[in-house]
């Protein structure tokens, strides 16, 4: 990869969010927003091979996306008020803050998780205009097509241009309406750094991890009293922890029975504990502990295991049975599964998972796991057909890789 190359990938990743929420706060208009946004990376794919990267390409970016704005807002001689309010652009004095806190991500999280949405709108709406996910990312974090999260996307932003919904954090007692489809967001915007879907971008993330570890603490010091949050942050904090030894020195994904423990975040680990020992102590008093609660200490149980043969497998297991309660996912359930392979045996998790074939038929995870379980009963050739179609589905290029050496391994 070119140098310009290089600097156009990370202005993407780095700095998609930061244009966007600009433009949406000078102009008050996701649509607007988001459209010159993509017309100014346009333009930088364009005329940086040819021109040089600039000096300072977050600015570029946002000047050239300001000056689109404006220009299609001229064009569509719509409302006298935008004209007025892109003159904003010229001066000098910076905008007022906005909301409890300065931070124009999260004001932007809060304006696309506004209760008028549906949750799933609400959730694919944000990891579009904040994560700077692409459709085809997005669809595939719902196991969804891309035509139809295309046009929910397009019809969420076209309800909050309708519904005139501000851009702001919102007020303490609107916060419990509102950050349940933050949280969720912010839980996809980091499952999608630990492992990138994308074929055309890096194994594992880290701007979107880190973004979205340092919104949820700001999320937290809102809500500092809401189990949930803390719960969502233990649970990317013991799973960032473990990061740096995710993926080999040749790109392939090293499995949590493969991973080195000594190269973990120890830091992390012990944060992400004592979270959720905090948590386990608000259930003994009566708190029944939510999804992201019972996540973390499912991670904390993996994470507290010297060496893989030291995990409380039945630990883990009376956990996803509690989650499974909760959350009827056929993905949680296929988690399960893994365990009770190591509990009752291959045999009796492959009857488990087999359950799930209509609903999952086009992860690659259910696959993959389809295939290991196989691998453990001797059935060869089934695990092969397994693997190839994990393969087949997988974008990750460090799972990709990992899946084939499996299959390869195979007599």
């Not at 004095?93 to 999280?109: K, S």
């Not at 074929?199 to 949820?216: C, F, K, N, S, Y």
């Not at 499995?255 to 423990?261: G, I, M």
């Not at 120890?266 to 996540?295: F, K, T």
Request: net charge neutral; hydrophobic share 45%.
């Amino acid at each position: 990869m070119s140098d310009v190359e290089e600097a156009i990938t990370w202005a993407h990743h780095e700095e998609w969010a930061r244009v966007v929420a600009a433009l949406t706060r000078r102009f008050g208009d996701l649509d607007i927003a988001e459209e010159a946004a993509a017309e100014a990376f346009a333009t930088a794919v364009e005329r940086w091979p040819a021109d040089g990267v600039p000096p300072n390409p977050g600015a570029w970016l946002t000047t050239t996306a300001n000056h689109k704005a404006i220009d299609r807002i001229r064009r569509e001689n719509k409302r006298d008020g935008k004209h007025k309010e892109a003159q904003m652009v010229y001066d000098d004095d910076p905008p007022e803050p906005v909301g409890a806190i300065d931070d124009d991500r999260l004001r932007l999280i809060f304006t696309c998780c506004h209760p008028a949405l549906a949750m799933q709108t609400r959730v694919a709406l944000t990891l579009r205009m904040v994560g700077g996910l692409t459709v085809p990312e997005i669809a595939r974090a719902f196991l969804a097509q891309e035509g139809a999260m295309g046009q929910r996307i397009t019809r969420a932003k076209a309800k909050i241009k309708a519904a005139r919904i501000p851009y702001r954090v919102p007020s303490a007692e609107d916060l419990p309406a509102r950050v349940s489809g933050v949280l969720a967001v912010l839980f996809l915007v980091f499952n999608e750094g630990y492992l990138a879907s994308g074929p055309g971008t890096d194994p594992v993330r880290h701007d979107l991890t880190a973004e979205a570890i340092r919104l949820t603490r700001l999320i937290r010091a809102l809500m500092p009293e809401d189990g949930e949050v803390a719960g969502l942050l233990a649970l990317m904090l013991l799973t960032e922890a473990r990061r740096t030894a995710r993926v080999s020195a040749g790109g392939e994904l090293v499995t949590l029975d493969e991973q080195n423990r000594g190269a973990w975040d120890m830091a992390l680990v012990a944060e992400g504990h004592r979270l959720v020992r905090e948590r386990l102590a608000a259930a003994a008093a009566g708190m029944a502990p939510g999804r992201y609660q019972i996540l973390a200490a499912i991670n904390a149980v993996h994470t507290s295991a010297r060496d893989i043969r030291d995990t409380d497998w039945s630990q883990v297991l009376a956990l996803y049975d509690q989650l499974i309660r909760l959350d009827r996912s056929p993905v949680i359930a296929l988690n399960r599964a893994i365990a009770v392979a190591e509990l009752d045996g291959p045999e009796v998790a492959l009857a488990a998972v087999d359950r799930l074939a209509t609903k999952l038929a086009g992860y690659h995870a259910y696959h993959a796991t389809r295939a290991e379980l196989l691998c453990r009963l001797g059935r060869s050739q089934q695990s092969r057909a397994a693997y190839d179609k994990a393969i087949d589905l997988a974008g990750n290029t460090a799972e990709t890789a990992y899946l084939t050496r499996r299959r390869d391994q195979l007599r």
